[in-house]
Every structure is written in C-alpha cells, then in structure tokens.
C-alpha cells in the first residue's frame, strides 16, 4: 500500500519547539519533492514548505521563515519538519505531501498537484 504518515504533533506552549516527520510506506521519498502544507479551522490550506527530492533546494513560506527548517533523511525515508518558537497562529493540522515535479519545488499548497498525502498530525499552541 501507498502511504505517507505525519507524525510528531502534539500540544506546546508558545515559544516551544516540535519536530514533525513524514514517513512513507511504498514510497520512495528522494524520488518525489515534499510538501508541508497545513490547515487552521475555518482557514484555507496554506502551503508552509517544501524540499526537493536531492535536499538542494528548499522553500518556505514568509509566515514560517527563521522558524521552520525542512530536512530529510534518505537512509530512513523521512522527511522532516523542525519547528521552532512555535506561535498560536501556527496551530493548525499538518500534512506532507509528494510532488513528482522534483527539482524546484515551491512552497505554495496547489491543488491538484500532490499525488500521495497523509491524514495530517495536530499541532496546538496554547499557553
């Protein structure tokens, strides 16, 4: 079976950090760029970052800039997403996704682009 899975969410408070990882199932991940894109209650889909699929190329979202840091890991099949001096307005359901465009890769969340997605893992931050 094809899958992704996010995972790594969790409840902190404000200024805390959380590391997200998105592990594929079937899938080979350094053959696709990765997407973070994430989705508040009532907010439309906003794209927060990606990496292509070699890691030399990486884009973030001005909202995240200084804060975030994508990375992945080719032994494992993971990807990361290392948050940093989390805020209340980065809570928010967040998903990885796969882009077969691998090379320069944009962090917008596009519709229709992403052929392989997860369920999503909660992040909340909240004093």
């Known amino acids: 079976q094809l899958q992704l899975m996010e995972s790594g969410g969790g409840l902190v408070q404000p200024g805390g950090s959380l590391r997200l990882s998105c592990a594929g199932t079937g899938l080979t991940l350094d053959h696709y760029s990765i997407n973070w894109f994430r989705q508040a209650p009532g907010k439309e889909r906003e794209g927060v970052s990606c990496?292509?699929?070699?890691?030399?190329?990486?884009d973030y979202a001005e909202s995240v800039k200084g804060r975030f840091t994508i990375s992945r890991d080719t032994a494992k099949n993971m990807v990361y997403l290392q948050m940093n001096n989390l805020e209340p307005e980065d809570t928010a359901v967040y998903y990885c996704g796969t882009d077969p465009n691998m090379i320069n890769c944009i962090h917008d969340y596009v519709e229709g682009v992403y052929t392989h997605w997860g369920q999503g893992t909660q992040v909340t931050v909240s004093s």
């Open positions: 990496i292509n699929n070699n890691g030399g190329w990486i």
